[in-house]
């Protein structure tokens, strides 16, 4: 548990009256610490941001930008939990800890074995709504993937870590993947739209069956496709190494009855998406102390290391047969329409 004395802090600084119960931790992200916060005055939801990634040289330009993309989400209705404002901003400090507040949601994200059709419909249609905001013409510098794998390979064995042996028995793949990946982001359609980063199951709350967005400091401007096959794989059984092809074909062809018809190359994007193998380095940073500060922390990244490996082996194994359906699910809408 944090010091109580910060939350005492925050009540008074942001004028949010007494405490009224025992705060609690709620449990969700991997990166930053979110708690129950019951005052005289309502109920709230605090993340304490992750002071090692707050040092990150441009933490706090990617954060400006998704605050701003966040009122233009508000704007359009689009079903959010944002941030409140005090003093005018979002971002809040106090004693060199950073953080947001927002209103208490009472309501649950799904686990895997819970998400129907019908949930993967409402979120390929917001989703789209999301896409549909802004489209831009990306004339951004490709941004392309350099991970020396050989690097925490060596500082794995001389730490004589946990995570050596599946990164050494797994790096030709990490070094093809990383390949095939930058050469895919040349082909890639240079198209941006506003897009979330972070709408898997877990940041989605249901409350009567409706959804609330949370954990929007992801948002970006980014390719509206990779998101689009990132987000798909995430609600239909991917997490859980189980891609569900009728769930698939219920949220692609959903988003598409928003958004409207497009011609893409999937194996394109299939190699594109290398959101996972950044993620796969963040941990082992983590594991291997290189960016964390605690004990709790760096055996966290260590069994996300373990399993992030396995959605890479996994994600190998359905290649074809995913592609081939996206193809096909795309196509026929594109003839439909």
């Not at 008074?12 to 990166?31: E, H």
């Not at 905001?133 to 500082?155: F, P, V």
């Not at 199951?201 to 096959?229: A, H, M, R, T």
């Not at 769930?247 to 190699?271: C, H, M, N, Q, S």
Request: with cysteine.
């Amino acid at each position: 548990m944090e010091d109580l004395k910060l939350f005492d802090d925050i009540c008074a600084v942001l004028n949010l009256g007494k405490i009224k119960r025992k705060i609690k931790s709620v449990s969700g992200g991997y990166m930053h610490k979110m708690y129950y916060l019951c005052t005289e005055k309502g109920e709230y939801a605090v993340k304490l941001l992750n002071p090692v990634i707050m040092k990150r040289s441009d933490v706090f330009e990617n954060y400006r930008i998704a605050e701003e993309l966040e009122y233009k989400l508000e704007k359009a209705d689009l079903p959010i939990v944002a941030a409140l404002e005090f003093n005018g901003t979002k971002m809040q400090c106090i004693d060199n800890q950073y953080f947001y507040v927002f209103n208490w949601v009472n309501g649950k994200s799904l686990k895997n074995n819970k998400i129907s059709k019908k949930h993967c419909e409402i979120i390929g249609q917001i989703l789209a709504r999301i896409h549909k905001l802004e489209s831009l013409t990306s004339e951004d510098e490709i941004k392309k993937l350099n991970i020396d794998w050989d690097l925490y390979i060596s500082k794995a064995c001389k730490q004589n870590s946990k995570i050596s042996k599946t990164l050494i028995n797994n790096r030709e793949i990490l070094y093809e993947y990383q390949d095939k990946g930058n050469a895919a982001l040349e082909k890639l359609h240079k198209i941006k739209t506003i897009c979330n980063g972070d709408m898997d199951s877990k940041n989605v709350l249901w409350v009567d069956g409706k959804p609330q967005i949370i954990d929007l400091e992801s948002l970006s401007y980014s390719n509206p496709y990779v998101e689009l096959f990132q987000l798909a794989l995430c609600w239909c059984g991917y997490e859980s190494c189980s891609l569900k092809y009728d769930l698939l074909e219920a949220f692609v062809r959903a988003y598409i009855d928003k958004y409207g018809p497009f011609e893409i190359d999937w194996d394109t994007v299939f190699y594109s998406n290398l959101g996972r193998l950044e993620w796969l380095e963040y941990n082992i940073k983590r594991a291997l102390f290189i960016e964390c500060n605690n004990k709790k922390e760096q055996k966290l990244g260590a069994e996300q290391v373990k399993e992030t490996m396995k959605h890479i082996l996994y994600y190998d194994k359905i290649h074809y047969d995913l592609v081939n359906r996206l193809h096909s699910i795309t196509k026929s809408n594109f003839t439909n329409k």
